[in-house]
Antibody, heavy 119, light 107 residues
Framework: QVTLRESGPALVKPTQTLTLTCSISGFSISSSGMSVSWVRQPPGRAFEWLAL???????YYSPSLGTRLTISRDTSKTQVGLTLTNADPEDTATYFC???????????WGQGTLVTVSP | DIQMTQSPSYVSASIGDRVTITCRAS??????LGWYQQKPGKAPQLLIYSAFTLQSGVPSRFSGSGSGTDFTLTISSLQAEDFATYFC?????????FGGGTKVEIK
């Protein structure tokens, strides 16, 4: 069964670094054509794509957040991480990891994890 | 960034109704458009990709059309399990961008 599961802190203070992990099972991110994205959805607002790492290790970032974001994967290719520096209350959102298994199309999503940025 | 304008934001419909949702891209994206369904507290589900290709396991009452800048998701006969929020995603160019969503509610 193919699954993605996000984990990370539920609460982060402003200016801190938010670190999230996506645990993957049922597929390999090193398989040609496979990529993993991070996407977030602030409460009551639209989804926002944040970053993608592909099977070759190439990385793509949202220009609006690019310098604050780092996407990574572990050597076993079973986890994808995301760090967001200098957290702000505007970063409060449900964060999803998702598989881009059909070209750049997202074909599978994790359940998401709600992160609140508050003092 | 490519802006995706989705309309309407809300649809009030009855079971059996035909429902149409549109997404307009701020520039041409060929057929790199996907449609998703999300129910409260659940992960989004892919319905259609490449504008009109039905994802495996998705009922045939869902269909997609369009290319370039204008796209449509149609639910031919709304079922009880279809009351949800729908949104589009353009996968033509980074950054990937989403439509604002359409909530389909029971009339």
């Amino acid at each position: 069964q193919v699954t993605l599961r996000e984990s990370g802190p539920a609460l982060v203070k402003p200016t801190q670094t938010l670190t999230l992990t996506c645990s993957i099972s049922g597929f390999s991110i090193s398989s040609s054509g496979m990529s993993v994205s991070w996407v977030r959805q602030p409460p009551g607002r639209a989804f926002e794509w944040l970053a993608l790492i592909d099977w070759d290790g190439d990385k793509y970032y949202s220009p609006s957040l690019g310098t604050r974001l780092t996407i990574s994967r572990d050597t076993s290719k079973t986890q994808v991480g995301l760090t967001l520096t200098n957290a702000d209350p505007e970063d409060t959102a449900t964060y999803f990891c998702a598989r881009n298994g059909l070209g750049s199309f997202i074909d599978l999503w994790g359940q998401g994890t709600l992160v609140t940025v508050s003092p | 960034d490519i802006q995706m304008t989705q309309s309407p934001s809300y649809v009030s419909a009855s079971i059996g109704d035909r429902v149409t949702i549109t997404c307009r891209a701020s520039e041409g994206i060929s057929s790199y458009l996907g449609w998703y369904q999300q129910k409260p507290g659940k992960a989004p589900q892919l319905l259609i990709y490449s504008a009109f290709t039905l994802q495996s396991g998705v009922p045939s009452r869902f269909s997609g059309s369009g290319s370039g800048t204008d796209f449509t998701l149609t639910i031919s006969s709304l079922q009880a399990e279809d009351f949800a929020t729908y949104f589009c995603l353009q996968a033509d160019t980074f950054p990937l961008t989403f439509g604002g969503g359409t909530k389909v509610e029971i009339k």
